[in-house]
């Protein structure tokens, strides 16, 4: 298995594993690692997305002692140090089998949350409709660690769950307050939603950001083209000096998501 991994990432998974193993004794189901390790190749900015499948809901001592021991084998973006930053996914599998939308979300970790973690503040189980983005994207490519395989474990996500996903998902982008600080990602994710509203599939967001320069109007090409050389390394990232042209970007990418998608929502 280990074959298929990326070498440098490793030691942090096995560090990542024996955490959750710890944490989830008798209760732990699956793991699988999905995202940029397996799939289009680890970027400076990367993450390594895990997904974990559990059995039972899980008591808030556990909850709380896991998320603070995530926080030891993960690292911050940018940090000069051994680990890339994690995004840990819990869920409990008889809530997502049989299918039903939006799916409930067990837990989730990710480096965002490491100043309320830190001052004790851990998020119950909460309806998350971006699971049908990543239960797909699972399915689609993964590497698993632990327990069968994505496509034997998950039921498929229906298409018209999946375009409702992607509504859901772009509706959260209304105002420039919405994307400050994180402008690249935002603008990256577009890219990514309108490549997933036209195929149905899903891919990295490199590949995605080509595909979305080839299709953009000349006006809002340099904002994601911006955005695709500094998440690849080549280029300063200079999105937030150019508030008026992301803004611009995003309302035009996010009408044609919802042009493309609003078709399908109560498709069954």
Known sequence: ???SLPPEIIPQLARARAVLAHHLAGTLQA?????SAVDGGLKPHSDIDLMVTVEAPLAAQVRHALMMDLLSVSGSPGADGPWRPLEVTVLVRDEVVPWRYPPLRELQFGEWLREALQAGIVEPAVPDHDLAILLSKLRQHSVCLLGLPADELFDPVPRADFSRSLLDTVAQWNDAPDWQGDERNVVLALARIW???CTGQIAPKDAAAAWALERLPGEHRPVLANAHAAYLGRAPDG???RPGDVAAYVRYTRAVIESLCSHRRFER
Not at 31 to 35: D, N
């Open 239 to 241: 999105l937030a000096d």
């Open 1 to 3: 298995m280990t074959a």
């Open 31 to 35: 793991i699988h690692l999905f995202g």
């Open 195 to 197: 490549f997933s509203a």
